[in-house]
C-alpha cells in the first residue's frame, strides 16, 4: 500500500508544473465532438468528408511520459496538393511519446532526421526543412523522394522552396499519407504578403493565426519534449520589453558555387547558384550568425531559446516558428538542424506503463479575445470571413443574420480551426449581423455586403 501510494504521488508530482499540470499535458486539442476532417481535391471547391477523427483523441500520462493518440488528421479543410503529390492526409496510428521532463543534450546535438520531428497540438506531424531529395554529385542532378534513389545527402534541397505548390492554404501536405507541416503552421492568405494564391479557390485556414500584439500560443512539441510556439513572443527572456516578432539567425551566405560548408568543410560539389537551383534552395545554402549581446529575440543554432513564455512563467527553453517581416516562412522554420535537448520521443504502437487519462477542461475565450475577432473583409463581395483570435479549443457556430432577423446562412469554427467563410455572391446587398455563439457565450459583428 506504501508503494503504491509512493508510485502515485510521484507520478502527480512529475506530471505537475509550478502547482499545475504539465502543458505537455494540457495543451492538446482534444475531440470529443466526434469532428472528423476534410479534404479538397483538385478542381472541386466544396469540401469531402473523410471518416477519420480529426485533432487529438486522447492524451494519457504517467510520471515520465505524455502519449497523445491521434490520426494525423486536421480540423482544417486539407489539399488540394498542386504539384501531383497523389496522396491524401490518411489516418496514421499509434501515440507520440514526449517527455514530461525534457533536458538539454549536454554532449554532440542530435541532427534532425527525415520524418516525423515533433507533433502540433492537435496531433499533426513535424517535419523539418529538408523533402527527401538532395544533389547526387555521379549524375549532376537531384535525387531522392519517395519515388527515386537518393542522392549523395550533401546538399539538402529544402522543402518550402520546392515544394511551395504542393502545399495546401494551411501550408502542409502529405508524405505517403501522412500530412505533416514543415513550417508555420498558419494560413497563406493571412500572411502580410501572399505568396501561395491556394486559398483563393480552396478554402481553409491554419492551426492559429499570427497576432503581433500579443505572444504567439503554444502550438506543439518538439521531439526533445520542449515546447514549440508561433511567430511572436516577449522581446526579452525574462518577459519584459513587450512583444516582437521572434527571429532566426540563419542567413542566406554570399556564395556562387556549392563546393564547401559554411564551416569551410570541403565536400562533393552541388550546382552552381544559378536560375533554376537559386540561392536558399539547399539548406547548406545558409549559415549561422549568433547575435550580438542584448539581442534576446534572435534565436539559437537550433531555433529556440530559454526564456519565459505565458504558459511557462518560470522560463523554459522554446522553439519558435520563425517567419519574415511579411510573416512568409523563415529558415529553418521550426526546430533547426539539430536539436536543443536530449531526443528522447518516438511514435510507438502500445502504451507498456501505467497511465492517466487527462480529461480536457474546456475555457472560454476572454473578453479581450472576443474584441479580436475579425471579419472581413468588410464590405464583402464574394467571400466573408470569420476569424477567431489564436487557435480555439471551442466549436463556435456562426450565422449571418439579415436585417428582418432571418438567417441567411450558417458555418461552424471547429476546435482546431481559426477561421469560418461565408460565400456571399448569392447574398443581396445590405447590412448583416454575424452572430458567433459557443456554450453561453454570444459575439457579434456588423457587415456589409456590397456587389
Known sequence: MKKSLLTCLSLITSSIVFGQF??????????????TGSH???????????NALANVISVQYSADWVYVRAN????????????????????????????LNPV????????????????????????????????????GALAGGPLGGMGDMVWNRDAIVAERAGFDCAKGHPAMG??????????????????????????????????????????????????????????????TGGITR??????????TTRTVYANGTDVNDGPPV???????????????????????????VHNGRNCVTPEYPQGTYAYFTTVDENWNSAFPYVVGLTFYGTKTASKVQNITETVTTYNPITTSISSTDAAKV????NPSSEVLGIQVPGNTQQTWNVELIDLTGKKVMETKINPGSTIGYFDVRTVYDGQYTVVMKSGNETITKTVVVAH
Open 22 to 35: 504539465s502543458p505537455a499535458i494540457t495543451s492538446w486539442i482534444q475531440n470529443t465532438t466526434g469532428l
Open 374 to 377: 475579425v471579419v472581413y473583409p
Open 178 to 239: 501522412n500530412y505533416h507541416h514543415h513550417q508555420n503552421p498558419s494560413a497563406f492568405n493571412l500572411d502580410l504578403q501572399e505568396i501561395s494564391n491556394v486559398c483563393d479557390l480552396y478554402l481553409a485556414d491554419g492551426l492559429y493565426v499570427i497576432d503581433s500584439t500579443t505572444h504567439s500560443p503554444l502550438i506543439g512539441f518538439a521531439y526533445d519534449g520542449f515546447p514549440i510556439y508561433g511567430a511572436y513572443g516577449f522581446k526579452n527572456a525574462d518577459g
Open 246 to 255: 521572434i527571429k532566426s539567425g540563419y542567413q542566406l551566405r554570399n556564395i
Open 104 to 139: 538539454q543534450n549536454s554532449g554532440t546535438p542530435t541532427a534532425t532526421t527525415m520524418g516525423n520531428i515533433g507533433v502540433f497540438i492537435n496531433g499533426v506531424g513535424l517535419f523539418d526543412d529538408r523533402d527527401g531529395v538532395s544533389w547526387r554529385a555521379a549524375t
Open 40 to 50: 479538397y481535391v483538385n478542381g472541386n471547391s466544396t469540401p469531402i468528408t473523410d
Open 274 to 300: 544559378n536560375a533554376t537551383y537559386p540561392l536558399g534552395f539547399f539548406r547548406e545554402d545558409y549559415e549561422y550568425i549568433a547575435p550580438a549581446a542584448g539581442n534576446e529575440d534572435v534565436l539559437d
Open 72 to 99: 494525423g488528421i486536421p480540423a482544417y479543410t486539407t489539399g488540394p496538393f498542386l504539384d501531383g503529390n497523389p496522396s491524401l492526409a490518411t489516418a496514421q496510428t499509434g501515440y507520440f511519446k514526449i517527455s
